[in-house]
Every structure is written in structure tokens, then in C-alpha cells.
């Protein structure tokens, strides 16, 4: 079936620092490709998306490039801040079915000033 | 963007209770909820699917009768777990899709359930 992997964490890095979270993907067809971050407290909210190959998702600073190549959707920011703290999962829906959202197990970012 | 809230937000239980999880769509209707656990440093996993004005659709190994789906209207669904024991202990999450299955899901902030 269907699945998603992404990097254990956590993560821990310095403000400005760049950011790089791996996620590759197992899918049959097409899969829409997601990333939710969940900050302290809240309940998970979408980043960004890309529905199709070599599309690219961005959202304040982040950003990740559907390859279909590499079946991966690698989160990416050049300079990250101490608000950007949290959970970060990887996740795809397919385009087939009931369209159901296939989680990662999450990446815990920690940026310290 | 759409808002979906969860209560109580945390619940702490004695063994062979049952507890109910209420998950509301505050300012969208949703004919379709979803009902997520999940575990310490672990992914999200689906549970189920709740339809309004129909039974449940549950994903394989969930016992439909321990953890009871009532989609009671438009912006309502409950999640019973019943007869609860400490290894269904876990954080469990709702989501709802505004304007249709295929459309962007709104999750709730979740429901940490302790059973003693």
C-alpha cells in the first residue's frame, strides 16, 4: 500500500540556519504530496502542496519540489527561526479511491537562538 | 482558513469506562470526518471514516465496535471508545475536509486520552 517516510528527528538547529527534511514516497499512480507542520498545543495545519510532478509548494520560506524521479518531496528553508519550532509530517493523498492522507511519523525541528 | 475543534482536549479514565470525543466544524459543513490516532513518535494513523447520515467506514484492524462513530449532523461527530483500557491510550485527532472529500483537510488540536 501506500506510504510515506520521512527523517527521524529531532532536528536540532541554530536561527538562520538551512533546513532540509527528507520524505520519499511509496504510491501507486499519482499521489497529491503535502506537508503539515504541527506547532506546541495545535492541531496540524497544511504548509504546502504540490498535485503533480515538478510542481513546487511554498509557504512562508518553506518549500518542497515534487520529484517523481526520486518518488521524494524534501522540505527545504534557508533561514530558519526559533517560531519555526514543531512537528513537521509528510504526507500524500491518492488521486485514486477515497483519497485518504497517508501520514509520515513526523519530524521534530528545534531551533535555539 | 476553515476551523475544527475538539473536546475535551485532554480526558483521563479508569479502566472499562467509555469515553466520547466530540469533533465540530465551526464555520463549514462537513458530510465527511476523519478520525486519526497517534501514538508517541509515531505517525498519524487513519481509524476511520465518519459519514453524516450514514454508518461509519473503518480501516482494517479497528474494532468498529470498541471505537463508536455517530456522525450526528453537518458539523458534529463523536467518537466513543468504549470500555476503555490503558493500551487504547493514545492522542486522538479529527479532521474535516471543507468543501468535499478531495479538498484540503482542517484538523482539530486533538484529544489526549489517558486510561488508568
Known amino acids: 500500500g501506500d506510504s510515506v517516510t520521512q527523517m527521524e528527528g529531532p532536528v536540532t538547529l541554530s536561527e538562520e540556519a538551512f533546513l532540509t527534511i527528507n520524505c520519499t514516497y511509496t504510491?501507486?499512480?499519482?499521489?497529491?504530496l503535502f506537508w503539515y507542520v504541527q506547532y506546541p498545543g495545535e492541531g496540524l495545519q497544511l504548509l504546502l502542496k504540490?498535485?503533480?510532478?515538478?510542481d513546487k509548494g511554498s509557504n512562508k520560506g518553506f518549500e518542497a519540489t515534487y520529484r517523481k524521479e526520486t518518488t521524494s518531496f524534501h522540505l527545504e528553508k534557508g533561514s530558519v527561526q526559533v517560531s519555526d519550532s514543531a512537528v513537521y509530517f509528510c504526507?500524500?493523498?491518492?488521486?485514486?479511491?477515497?483519497?485518504?492522507?497517508?501520514f509520515g511519523t513526523g519530524t521534530r525541528l528545534l531551533v535555539s537562538p | 482558513g476553515a476551523v475544527v475543534s475538539q473536546h475535551p482536549s485532554r480526558v483521563i479514565c479508569k479502566s472499562g469506562t467509555s469515553v466520547k470525543i466530540e469533533c465540530r466544524s465551526l464555520?463549514?459543513?462537513?458530510?465527511?470526518m476523519f478520525w486519526y490516532r497517534q501514538f508517541p513518535k509515531q505517525s498519524l494513523m487513519l481509524m476511520a471514516t465518519?459519514?453524516?447520515?450514514?454508518?461509519?467506514?473503518?480501516e482494517q484492524g479497528v474494532e468498529k465496535d470498541k471505537f463508536l462513530i455517530n456522525h450526528a449532523s453537518l458539523t458534529l461527530s463523536t467518537l466513543t471508545v468504549t470500555s476503555a483500557h490503558p493500551e487504547d491510550s493514545s492522542f486522538y485527532i479529527c479532521?474535516?475536509?471543507?468543501?468535499?472529500?478531495?479538498?484540503?483537510?482542517?484538523f482539530g488540536p486533538g484529544t489526549r486520552l489517558t486510561v488508568l
Open positions: 479532521s474535516a475536509p471543507s468543501g468535499g472529500v478531495g479538498n484540503e483537510q482542517f
Open positions: 504510491a501507486t499512480g499519482y499521489p497529491s
Open positions: 504540490a498535485t503533480k510532478a515538478d
Open positions: 504526507a500524500l493523498r491518492s488521486n485514486t479511491g477515497f483519497q485518504k492522507l497517508v
Open positions: 464555520d463549514f459543513q462537513a458530510t465527511t
Open positions: 465518519s459519514n453524516e447520515g450514514s454508518k461509519a467506514t473503518y
